[in-house]
């Protein structure tokens, strides 16, 4: 029997509905929330991502904006825009776009950037509270997977659940959350030996390494659920592909992500919840 799809995108729109009527309420109290986004002048992906962002946030009836980096901005610059977003009253969340230009530091930005602010949940400030397991925002894409396990209602406590990646936006705080929701943890990474018999022992396979169709149906054991986080360009295929082998795998997983469709329009559902509830908490 084919696996279940995990229909993030059916979710998505069920979860910006939900938002629309928060964003609603908050205006009432003459606040707007608004997204402001850093990102590279010179990188279409990373353009046309922050454009679907800020559609999606604007049908929300939120605000948003975008500044972008350019081969001649500065560090200076680049700071002096983050302390600026910082201080404005009017702006509650702030996404610095991976990647920014090579010869700025992205890191110093992020390290600048107020963790109440950062709705994509990846400076330093807001990692460290994932691992304390302290209030404050969590890094969408991982977030957004957890939305999905939830809502479909897979089970995760006491599962062998095993992630592909060790990023620290995607597979370090996805293995964290899979923690917090009492899954047994493995991760694992391109240094990791036996990796297909790895996958095979696991109840929940997380792949988010960027190697398109890396995992095959010969690694999953039957009736795992399978997250595909991944998103490739293929010369020849009309549309990206995940790092999930995905007619393959259907035949073997319960329940698998389908790519697009799947986890990337529930990252930017997350996003928007962070920046709707940072709104929401400078109303307080």
């Known amino acids: 029997?084919?696996?279940?799809?995990?229909?993030?995108?059916?979710?998505?729109?069920?979860?910006r509905a939900e938002l629309k009527e928060r964003v609603g309420v908050l205006k009432e109290k003459g606040i707007t929330p608004r997204l402001e986004a850093i990102v590279a002048a010179q990188d279409p992906a990373s353009l046309a991502y922050v454009r679907m962002k800020r559609k999606w946030a604007e049908a929300a009836g939120m605000e948003s904006g975008s500044w972008e980096a350019t081969a001649e901005t500065t560090q200076e610059e680049l700071l002096a825009k983050v302390h600026e977003l910082n201080a404005n009253p009017l702006v509650h969340g702030v996404l610095i776009q991976h990647p920014l230009p090579k010869h700025l530091d992205e890191?110093?930005?992020?390290?600048a950037l107020g963790s109440e602010k950062d709705v994509d949940g990846i400076t330093p400030q807001s990692l460290g509270r994932l691992v304390g397991d302290?209030?404050?925002f969590r890094c969408a894409t991982p977030l957004g997977i957890t939305?999905?396990?939830?809502?479909?209602?897979?089970?995760?406590a006491g599962k062998h659940a095993i992630v592909i990646g060790r990023s620290v936006i995607l597979g370090k705080p996805m293995a964290l959350m899979l923690l917090q929701m009492n899954a047994t943890v493995t991760i694992a990474?391109?240094?990791?030996?036996n990796l297909p018999a790895l996958c095979r022992q696991a109840d929940i396979v997380v792949a988010a390494v960027g190697r398109a169709e890396l995992v095959k149906a010969d690694w999953i054991k039957p009736g795992a659920v399978v997250v595909d986080a991944g998103y490739n360009k293929v010369e020849g295929?009309?549309?990206d592909v995940g790092?999930?082998?995905?007619?393959?795998?259907?035949?073997?997983?319960?329940?698998?992500?389908?790519?697009?469709?799947?986890?990337?329009?529930?990252?930017v559902a997350s996003?928007?919840?962070n920046c709707v509830e940072a709104a929401e908490l400078s109303a307080i």
Not at 7 to 15: C, E, I, N, V, Y
């Open 107 to 111: 890191n110093a930005a992020l390290m």
């Open 237 to 239: 295929r009309t549309h």
């Open 243 to 267: 790092d999930v082998d995905f007619e393959g795998v259907s035949e073997v997983a319960s329940w698998l992500t389908p790519v697009p469709g799947g986890v990337g329009p529930m990252t």
């Open 147 to 156: 939305k999905i396990l939830k809502h479909y209602q897979i089970p995760t």
């Open 271 to 273: 996003l928007l919840a």
């Open 1 to 15: 029997m084919p696996a279940q799809i995990l229909d993030g995108l059916a979710l998505s729109k069920q979860l």
């Open 134 to 136: 302290l209030p404050g």
């Open 189 to 193: 990474h391109s240094k990791t030996e």
